[in-house]
């Protein structure tokens, strides 16, 4: 998997919208974008992924630059829930297995 | 929805002893799972691939004797650490996709992860 960088923490205020962003200058143009989240002492669960344009699900938003160098997770309305790791991966079209990085501490103030 | 299941969630054990672990794809085949092995307050590395009768596929510096990985029906993969130590106490955790979902998300599925210790 090609290499995905994101800042190691982060905080944001409960109620607010939080943008995490993730910067990926080696993709290629078979990778997909994937955001997985893992809750404290929990397996890791998909968020939302996407190719070349803005996704949304009931989870969150995902925002990919236009050269699909970059891209932002956008959670609109932090709960405490919310207070988790990112990670930002990148996978081939196909290819099951997923490596990870170091992914964002996302911390949620009350 | 699909879901992956690990059992033990918390094992302790004694040097010296061997450790199953098991991961059931729960209303899904999966003819592929994969294990990682996380330490505290890093993230989750990619151990194996665990392929249904065959063998598994291990990752550079994973010591294929230490973690013997069963993949002996499309539901169900076990990983045992042979022999233990304590440097091997870690949150080990599986991961499975559901081929037949749709739409085909490429979504992994994680179990909620076995907490091994040893003393």
């Known amino acids: 998997d090609a290499k995905t960088t994101q800042p190691n923490s982060m905080e944001s205020n409960e109620e607010e919208p939080v943008h995490l962003p993730c910067n990926h200058s080696?993709?290629?143009?078979?990778?997909?974008i994937h955001w997985y989240r893992q809750l404290p002492s929990q397996g890791p669960e998909y968020v939302i992924h996407?190719?070349?344009s803005n996704v949304n699900n009931r989870m969150a938003s995902l925002a990919i630059a236009e050269d699909r160098k970059s891209s932002t997770l956008i959670l609109h309305r932090a709960t405490l829930r919310d207070a988790a790791v990112y990670y930002c991966i990148l996978r081939v079209s196909g290819d099951d297995k997923i490596i990870f990085g170091k992914g964002t501490r996302l911390h949620i103030l009350p | 929805g699909a879901v992956v299941s690990q059992h033990p969630s918390r094992v302790i054990c004694k040097s010296g002893t061997s450790v199953k672990i098991e991961c059931r794809s729960l209303?899904?085949?999966?003819?592929?799972m994969f294990w990682y092995r996380q330490f505290p307050k890093q993230s989750l590395m990619l151990m194996a691939t665990?392929?249904?009768?065959?063998?598994?596929?291990?990752e550079q510096g994973v010591e294929k004797d230490k973690f013997l990985i069963n993949h002996a029906s499309l539901t169900l993969s076990t990983l045992t650490v042979t022999s233990a130590h304590p440097e091997d106490s870690s949150f080990y955790i599986c991961?499975?996709?559901?081929?037949?979902?749709?739409?085909?998300?490429?979504?992994?599925?994680f179990g909620e992860g076995s907490r091994l210790t040893v003393l």
């Open positions: 996407g190719l070349t």
């Open positions: 080696t993709i290629s143009g078979t990778d997909y």
């Open positions: 991961s499975a996709r559901d081929p037949g979902r749709r739409p085909n998300t490429g979504e992994l599925f």
């Open positions: 209303d899904f085949q999966a003819t592929t």
């Open positions: 665990s392929n249904e009768g065959s063998k598994a596929t291990y």
